[in-house]
């Protein structure tokens, strides 16, 4: 028995939106985990610049394509023939979309509150908070990805 | 039976797919490198962030093409002579090329304390559009039946 694989063409373009934001989403959570732990780890004066290059990733990539994956996650949905909001993976990528969320909105502004407060210093306790809720919202995306792929029921 | 295939097919789609995420992180770095190169400021940030688009390109596209091909082969529905997988794999050797051309050049920066590529932007706008395109015929399928 083979299972069906090809789905119907309208939901191609939501489809499309909604994996790519989610790819952008977590290749810009990347870059900003990476430049804030690599300015957690030195104190010489590349760490200022790393700590604003991750907190303007935060918040100039990562909000953006959260927005695109999310709308288009939701325009997929309302294309499904039959009510799927009961659906395991439904309830998990809405959970780890919307959880993450807010990590993503702390994290963004702990991580500009703390270039904005001391632009010429290394992380600080903000900026720390910032990198390490990047690192735990890649694990949540990890999650989401399984979810959305294996389709728990 | 039909649950141990299904399971099958799900968890090679799952891992096809984070190496795929994995590749495009790698490239969201390579190009957040490049864009850092260009200003005086910044370019201290661009070596900080080499080391792990380094790690993470070569990975993710290994993997990638890996779990593709084997997802491919796993599935009856799928055969690797379909046009659209024969020009994934053709987009996917495009953009390892691109990618391995740009994690050298970053190295070379690093390593060596080269200047860096006047090319490297024009490299990641090209990596990107043939990642998007690679996404692109991953979700239409075109000529598939």
Do not use: C
């Not at chain 1, 290059?53 to 394509?65: C, K, Q, V």
Request: glycine share 8%; aromatic share 8%.
């Amino acid at each position: 028995m083979t299972v069906l694989l090809i789905r119907p063409d309208s939901w191609n373009l939501p489809l499309l939106l909604h994996v790519g934001g989610a790819m952008a989403l977590v290749a810009s959570v990347m870059v900003a985990a990476v430049a804030l732990l690599q300015g957690w780890r030195t104190s010489d004066p590349a760490a200022a610049s790393l700590k604003r290059f991750g907190a303007r990733t935060l918040l100039y990539a990562a909000i953006p394509s959260y927005f695109v994956m999310r709308i288009a996650a939701e325009w997929i949905l309302s294309k499904e023939p039959k009510p799927v909001e009961n659906l395991t993976w439904v309830g998990d990528g809405r959970l780890a979309a919307d959880a993450g969320f807010v990590l993503l909105v702390i994290a963004t502004i702990v991580a500009n509150l703390a270039v904005r407060r001391d632009p010429e210093s290394g992380l600080g306790k903000l900026a720390k908070v910032g990198a390490s809720l990047s690192v735990v919202l890649i694990a949540l995306y990890v999650f989401a990805v399984w979810a959305m792929t294996t389709k728990p029921s | 039976m039909y649950r141990s295939r299904r399971m099958g097919y799900s968890t090679l789609l799952f891992l096809h797919v984070t190496s795929a995420f994995t590749m495009v992180t790698a490239a969201g770095l390579f190009l957040a490198i490049a864009l850092a190169q260009r200003s005086e400021r910044h370019s201290a940030t661009a070596l900080r962030l080499a080391p792990a688009a380094a790690v993470l390109w070569p990975i993710g596209s290994l993997l990638a093409i890996v779990f593709g091909v084997w997802l491919a082969l796993h599935d009856s529905q799928y055969s690797l002579g379909d046009g659209w997988i024969i020009a994934a794999i053709v987009l996917w050797a495009i953009g390892g090329a691109i990618g391995g051309r740009l994690g050298a050049g970053y190295r070379r920066v690093t390593s060596a304390g080269a200047g860096a590529d006047p090319s490297a932007l024009a490299l990641n706008l090209a990596l990107i559009v043939t990642l998007l395109v690679i996404l692109i015929d991953m979700i239409y399928k075109p000529g598939a039946s």
